[in-house]
């Protein structure tokens, strides 16, 4: 009696262990797939948190790169732009540079004109007094000739001191006219330098600075060659030009 009791006692413990068993792997197992389906639902989420990421990712380089497409277009625009532009400046800057070379020929041609009037009017005068002093030097010769007539040799006397003035007088402004307007800053830049010349040195100076001699001089302002050196004289010396110095060179460059 007493071993069937213990030998059931040993079958309900081991009974009630598989049971336990059975339990706790039961329990276990329940645990595992709740660990599992927690697990899974993490890898999920990570996964739509990943692909959340890569969407935002390839959103943010697709943005990327519209911006940079339309950076690349605007640099590209402007440095076609650019590029007309310095075109257009470089034509304008070639057309300007001709208009300035025409306008500089232009000049040029008008100066040498102006030159060559000079020139002319100088000779004018040259010849006008030449055939004026041959007439007074006649109507002196007709005056000694006729130095008893008093009245007579008065009359032609005035004739004569008449026909040098107005000579002189009318053809000089003519000619000076014409001198400024080649050589604008001439007298200014001479009577700076010495402001005191007379009127007659300064017509001294602008006929030496046409490079004529003294005898062309004396023909034009119709005095003698004597008083046309002591001019020339006066006028080194008041300029301050040396004596190993030319007149002529000094007065040609100053405008």
């Given amino acids: 009696m007493t071993i069937c009791t213990k030998s059931l006692h040993d079958s309900l413990a081991n009974i009630n262990k598989e049971r336990i068993i059975r339990e706790l792997e039961v329990r276990f197992q329940s645990e595992r797939e709740k660990n599992e389906i927690q697990i899974l639902k993490g890898l999920n ?3 739509k948190r990943n692909i959340q990421l890569l969407y935002v990712s390839l959103s943010g380089s697709l943005i990327i790169l519209v911006l940079v497409f339309i950076l690349l277009s605007y640099k590209t625009k402007g440095l076609r732009r650019q590029k007309e532009l310095y075109h257009s400046e470089k034509r304008f800057r070639k057309q300007e ?22 020139a002319s009017k100088a000779l004018e005068m040259l010849r006008i007094n030449e055939s004026i002093g041959d007439v007074i030097v006649k109507l ?7 130095s008893d007539n008093d009245k ?14 107005q000579l002189r007088n009318n053809s000089w402004a003519e000619f000076e006219k014409v001198f400024n307007n080649i050589h604008v800053g001439f007298y200014k830049r001479i009577l700076s330098i010495y402001p005191e010349l007379t009127s007659s040195e300064l017509k001294i100076a602008v006929l030496l600075k046409l490079n004529l001699n003294t005898k062309e001089i004396a023909a034009i302002t119709f005095k003698s060659e004597a008083a046309i050196k002591t001019t020339r004289y006066r006028l080194r010396r008041k300029l301050g030009i ?9 007065l040609m460059q100053l405008d």
């Fill in 97 to 118: 540079a001709e208009i300035r070379e025409k306008e500089q020929l232009l000049l040029e041609g008008q100066l040498e004109a102006k030159k060559r009037e000079l």
């Fill in 140 to 146: 002196k010769i007709f005056i000694e000739d006729n």
């Fill in 152 to 165: 007579l040799s008065r009359s032609i006397r005035n004739i004569v001191s008449g026909l040098e003035a």
């Fill in 45 to 47: 989420e990570l996964q």
């Fill in 242 to 250: 040396k004596n190993d110095q030319s007149l002529i060179p000094y």
